[in-house]
Every structure is written in C-alpha cells, then in structure tokens.
C-alpha cells in the first residue's frame, strides 16, 4: 500500500492505491478535484469530487479512507480552544453532520480530517454554552471538545447534566460516533 499527495492552494488530499478498488468502467483518466463552493455563515465550504473522464462519479471506499489537509488560520478567539474547531459534512439537504476525527493542528497551520467519501465539507467553530459544568471541572474540557465534535450532547443547549447516569447502549453510541463506526444490526442480545 502506498499514499499519493495531491496538493493545491486549497488544501492537500491524501490518498492510497486502495482508493479506487471496486469502481468500473473509470475510463483513461481520474481526477480529484477540491474547490471552493459556497459559504455557510460566512464559513467556506469545500467541494471534494471525483472525476472519470471530466463527469463526476460517487465515491465511497470505507476500506480507503482519504486525508484532507486544508489550510487554516483561526480568529484569536479560535485560538483560546482549538480543539473547538470542527469539520462538518454538508449534506445535499444541506444538513450538517460533525466529522468528528476533524481538529485543527498549530503547527502545520491545517485543519486535518478524513473522510470515506466525498462530497462538500466546512470548518467552523463551536464553542457550547453548558453552564452546569463547575462541579466536573476536571472533565470539563474535555465535555466541551466532545460536544463540539459531535460526539456527545446535553439535555440542552445550557444544560450537560453531568451527574446523570449513562446506559451501557449510550455508552456503546458515544463510542460509534467518537470512533465514526457505521451501526450494524445484529440479533445477537435478545434485549437490544
């Protein structure tokens, strides 16, 4: 297995020879295109395609996972929690689902996240507003950067509830999304 970088003044896309395994009829010539598109609350978001001789095609490889590295220069606010800064993938409703292997990295000035299909992305900071925090300070960095990515949520916008219990299902849940792994049914519990 071997990795190709693709870079532009976009961003940089990271793929491996596995990449286009199980895709026909791909023609005499592919390209991965990353362009600007529109803008979400003044936020850009980026069209990632693939293309088999100039028409686009559906890609989707969840054995070939391909890396994004997208230039990016936070506000100072951004700066004071930069695990706040998210990716998120725009749906064609328009709908925003968090990414949540998406984080900023300081020292390569780039927001880094991977992706097993293309399709439009933004990079925007959230910074919840839980208020109920104070008596799990230890763990309050780390709620908020999970409730940022996605990952977890509160009773409300306000409101964590941190003393709550979890289910063992929550639990399993909190996993599959932290760890972005596709829910599978199965009848192997008799009480799921």
Known sequence: VFELKLQSELGTIVISDQMLNGLD?????????LKKANTIDNHP????????????????NPEAPVTILIPYVPSQEELQNPDHIVVFYVDPQGQ??????????AQAGQVIFTTKHFSQYTIMYKSPAFTDLASVKWAQASIE?????????GRNVH??????SITRADFIVLLMRALELPARISDAFADV
Do not use: C
């Open 145 to 153: 950067t999970l409730a940022a990515k996605g990952v977890i949520e």
């Open 25 to 33: 009829n791909l023609g005499d010539m592919v390209e991965i295109r």
């Open 159 to 164: 409101e964590f509830d941190p003393q709550s």
């Open 96 to 105: 925003m689902i968090p990414v949540p292997n998406g984080h900023y990295d």
């Open 45 to 60: 978001v980026y069209d990632v395609q693939l293309f088999a001789n100039g028409e686009s095609i559906a890609w989707h």
